[in-house]
């Protein structure tokens, strides 16, 4: 079966310092690889979409300097949290998907600043 | 814009109740619908969708019809279980083909 893994799974980290986090794809071709971001109140926001052979979007609120990702084949992706603050606590969720298929999402990674 | 509205923020109910969460949504195009599942500590599961009008998805007992005229995407399941409670999302992929709207979600619980 289709499968994502993430880790670490939980992180803390020093206000203003940075980490990194990796998602890696199981038993299908993650030609699509997008990262969320889960607030405490539950609600997802979309950082960044990476397709292969396409530029990474980026959405609104999220920049490559702030939120660097790599996605260098078809099984792994990685995306570093620079400089992080308070605000920037959360559970960072990873979704890959083949093609035009349903997405399938990673444990996550839960980020807390301190 | 896009969105989809959950209309139950909680539902609590006692084991092999009949289950329903409310969901419509609103969007440009003709987007696939999709029922996702999250319980604590993990992310959301993907549990079943349908990508045109009058199409189920089921899985595990859970059951949605695609309703294009209604805008909605009801999530259905006849008896439920203890292991049932989690929070359920549905969810939309509009004309990006990617970029997933997610409803605010309704938590389950079911008691023995």
């Known amino acids: 079966g289709a499968l994502v893994y993430q880790y670490p799974r939980r992180t803390i980290c020093k206000s203003g310092t940075s980490m990194r986090m990796e998602c890696q794809a199981v038993?299908?071709?993650?030609?699509?690889v997008a990262w969320y971001r889960q607030s405490p109140q539950k609600t997802f926001e979309l950082i960044a979409l990476?397709?292969?052979?396409?530029?990474?979007?980026?959405e609104q609120n999220f920049t490559q300097e702030k939120f660097p990702i790599s996605h260098p084949n078809l099984s792994f992706s990685s995306m570093t949290v620079l400089n992080a603050y308070l605000e920037d606590r959360g559970l960072y969720l990873c979704?890959?998907?083949?093609?035009?298929?349903?997405?399938?999402f990673g444990k996550g990674t839960r980020l807390t600043v301190v | 814009g896009d969105s989809v509205t959950q209309t139950e923020g909680q539902v609590a109910l006692s084991e092999e109740d009949f289950l329903t969460i409310h969901c419509n949504y609103s969007?440009?195009?003709?987007?696939?619908l999709f029922w996702y599942v999250q319980y604590p500590g993990e992310g959301p599961q993907f549990l079943f969708r349908?990508?045109?009008?009058?199409e189920k998805g089921s899985s595990r007992g859970f059951e949605a019809t695609y309703n294009k005229e209604t805008t909605s995407f009801h999530l259905q399941k006849a008896s439920v279980q203890e292991s049932d409670s989690a929070v359920y999302y549905c969810?939309?992929?509009?004309?990006?083909?990617?970029?997933?709207?997610f409803g605010k979600g309704t938590l389950l619980t079911v008691t023995p």
């Open positions: 979704g890959a998907r083949e093609g035009g298929a349903e997405v399938f």
């Open positions: 038993g299908f071709q993650a030609t699509s």
């Open positions: 990476s397709t292969v052979n396409s530029a990474i979007k980026y």
């Open positions: 969007a440009s195009g003709y987007p696939a």
């Open positions: 349908a990508s045109r009008d009058k």
């Open positions: 969810v939309h992929s509009g004309g990006s083909n990617y970029k997933l709207t």
